[in-house]
T-cell receptor, first 112, second 113 residues
Framework: GENVEQHPSTLSVQEGDSAVIKCTYSDSASNYFPWYKQELGKRPQLIID?????GEKKDQRIAVTLNKTAKHFSLHITETQPEDSAVYFCAEGDNYGQNFVFGPGTRLSVLP | DAGITQSPRHKVTETGTPVTLRCHQTENHRYMYWYRQDPGHGLRLIHY???????DKGEVSDGYSVSRSKTEDFLLTLESATSSQTSVYFC????????????FGPGTRLTVL
């Protein structure tokens, strides 16, 4: 099956610093790349996504960049806050909701 | 949160017994999904549905079956539960027009002894 790699698996940053999580994928047909945040004991929640016709998308302190040639996309969180502490999952798929594959997750800890 | 509920929220059962998990939505979304979540594996797709009575297998479908007899309900059945099926199960839904944007239910924690 298709594979999504995600790095790092754990990440600790000081409050106010930036955090970057990177994912690589193998399916060249993929055109939809979402990021989910999951707090402890909660459900995953969509925080930002990008489609293949765009190279970058920003929403306040969160941004996602996509490099289709290299088959990788990254999540950038600026000015991190303690409430950003969670597990973050990337995923790749198509516009039809099929062939959806998640990365293994990154545990982000923001230290006060 | 989107109108998605899962039942039961917690279940403990014994090896070899049948188990059915229910996902119910009030959003009238076309697509529904079942995932399992295990440490180190992220979320893995078990089965999904793209309409009433229309289902297909995902990455880890062995040992699971699904049914969707009406838009709002998607059932996941473990015909004979095994300890390797101990996991947290999440249901998700999405609209047909933007099927990639999935919204998750609260999850069901299943323990098979």
């Amino acid at each position: 099956g298709e594979n999504v790699e995600q790095h790092p698996s754990t990440l600790s940053v000081q409050e106010g610093d930036s955090a970057v999580i990177k994912c690589t994928y193998s399916d060249s047909a993929s055109n939809y790349f979402p990021w989910y945040k999951q707090e402890l004991g909660k459900r995953p929640q969509l925080i930002i996504d990008i489609r293949s016709n765009v190279g970058e998308k920003k929403d306040q302190r969160i941004a996602v960049t996509l490099n289709k040639t290299a088959k990788h996309f990254s999540l950038h969180i600026t000015e991190t806050q303690p409430e950003d502490s969670a597990v973050y999952f990337c995923a790749e798929g198509d516009n039809y909701g099929q062939n959806f594959v998640f990365g293994p997750g990154t545990r982000l800890s923001v230290l006060p | 949160d989107a109108g998605i509920t899962q039942s039961p929220r917690h279940k403990v059962t014994e090896t070899g017994t049948p188990v059915t998990l229910r996902c119910h939505q009030t959003e009238n979304h076309r697509y529904m999904y079942w995932y399992r979540q295990d440490p180190g594996h992220g979320l893995r797709l078990i089965h999904y549905s793209y309409g009433v009575k229309d289902t297909d297998k995902g990455e880890v479908s062995d040992g699971y079956s699904v049914s969707r007899s009406k838009t709002e309900d998607f059932l996941l059945t473990l015909e004979s539960a095994t300890s390797s099926q101990t996991s947290v199960y999440f249901c998700a839904i999405s609209e047909a027009e933007r099927a990639g944007e999935q919204f998750f239910g609260p999850g069901t924690r299943l323990t098979v002894l």
